[in-house]
């Protein structure tokens, strides 16, 4: 009986000593391959920058296309532009307002509202809601051109679709981002100047006295004239993932996804650079 016993199974399971781990040099390929796959994606927007800037100071140049992209880029995208402006001028001015009144510098509220909007706000978010519409209408667009040999077609007859399609959309992006910088800037102060008025009096050309008193050209030009490089960004990364689009209709939505969340990235990195430069070379 107490062999029969020692024989029974006392419920205990040992467990294989091995461990399902991933190798080693596995997961050093899958890095390696990222880090290609980055610096090669870069190569390319390189590369296709330069053909881009070839084509585009090489006559004959596409007024035409150019002058349709100024009115799709810039008239289209101006409503929803001076709406994003007149927001943020409605919340800056609600913030403002309390957080001076905290401190005992309420006369302040008309040159902090036309600062914070000028150099900061206004330009940022300018680009970020040019990058939504104008990127993803850009990058949907010449996906599809692209998934339908589209592209292809416009070569085989003698046209440079670098000239064409892309030249024409970066220099409209960049040629249109100040001047709609300009406009929700001009939103924000009224809707701003509006919103304060309905709390306290204060008329317009005391706002706008006391907000612009003592502003220099270096404190409003380059913050308004940096979105030129937002244009470039936006312009050329949509182009960029349109025009290099496979796989169909899964492609082309995954382009217009990339341009836009791409461009909204690398705009936000670059306004860190510029603030710098502006602040060095514009003291």
Not at 142 to 166: F, G, H, W
Not at 202 to 219: C, D, K, M, V
């Amino acid at each position: 009986m107490s062999g029969l016993g020692a024989t029974e199974d006392t419920g205990i399971r040992v467990r294989p000593s091995g461990r399902n781990t991933m190798p080693a040099s596995v997961i050093v390929d899958s890095i390696s391959k990222i880090i290609g796959n980055f610096f090669e994606w870069f190569g390319d927007l390189g590369i296709f920058f330069w053909q881009v800037v070839r084509a585009a100071v090489t006559p004959p140049y596409e007024w035409r296309e150019l002058m349709r992209q100024l009115d799709e880029i810039g008239s289209k995208s101006f409503p929803l532009v001076a709406l994003a402006g007149a927001a943020i001028g409605v919340v800056i001015s609600l913030e403002a307002r309390y957080s001076l009144s905290r401190f005992g510098a309420k006369s302040l509220f008309p040159s902090t509202l036309v600062y914070s909007v000028i150099e900061v706000m206004g330009p940022i978010i300018t680009g970020l809601v040019v990058s939504g519409r104008v990127g993803a209408g850009i990058g949907a667009e010449l996906a599809s051109m692209k998934v339908t040999e589209q592209i292809d077609a416009i070569e085989a007859s003698a046209i440079n679709p670098y000239r064409l399609l892309a030249a024409t959309r970066i220099v409209a992006c960049m040629a249109m981002l100040p001047l709609l910088t300009i406009s929700a800037d001009v939103c924000a102060l009224l809707t701003g100047w509006f919103a304060q008025a309905l709390v306290e009096p204060l008329s317009f050309h005391q706002f706008i006295e006391s907000g612009f008193h003592g502003a220099t050209f270096n404190a409003f030009f380059p913050p308004t004239f940096k979105t030129v490089v937002y244009g470039l960004i936006i312009g050329l990364v949509a182009c960029f993932q349109g025009m290099r689009t496979k796989g169909g209709a899964e492609g082309v939505g995954r382009a217009a996804t990339n341009s836009v969340v791409l461009a909204s990235l690398f705009l936000i990195l670059a306004d860190v650079v510029l603030v710098k430069f502006i602040l060095v070379v514009f003291p």
